[in-house]
């Protein structure tokens, strides 16, 4: 399995943007599909977006549909997210996970991160 550390996160006013990167190790990681998750206090673990392992295909959750990019550098074995427009609502826990193959639901992914924080003021 591939090991996965978060960072970018951070305390932003509304409106504001962040940019979230997923730094991968010990697997060769174009063999993977990506995606980042969102965990806020007393809710369930939520796709975010993904991406296939070239980067040929992204999908994002409607909540962030328009307001968030994802991206990945394989020579560099990370994964971006990009988010705009931020919203309290968007405040969360954020993963990065990867699996052989793109998909929402977060059962399916066997590697994570340790998730960065990001909280968004109003």
């Known amino acids: 399995q591939v090991q996965l550390v978060e960072s970018g996160g951070g305390l932003v006013q509304a409106g504001e943007s962040l940019r979230l990167s997923c730094a991968a190790s010990?697997?060769?990681?174009?063999?993977?599909?990506t995606a980042w998750f969102r965990q806020a206090p007393g809710k369930e673990r939520e796709f975010v977006a993904g991406i296939s392992r070239y980067g040929g295909t992204t999908t994002y959750a409607t909540s962030m549909k328009g307001r968030s990019t994802i991206s990945r550098d394989n020579a560099k074995n990370t994964v971006y997210l990009r988010m705009n427009s931020l919203k309290a609502e968007d405040t969360a826990v954020y993963y990065c996970?990867?699996?052989?193959?793109?998909?929402?639901?977060?059962?399916?992914?066997?590697?994570w991160g340790q998730g960065t924080q990001v909280t968004v003021s109003s």
């Open positions: 010990g697997g060769s990681f174009s063999n993977y599909a």
């Open positions: 996970a990867a699996a052989s193959r793109l998909l929402t639901s977060p059962e399916r992914y066997d590697s």
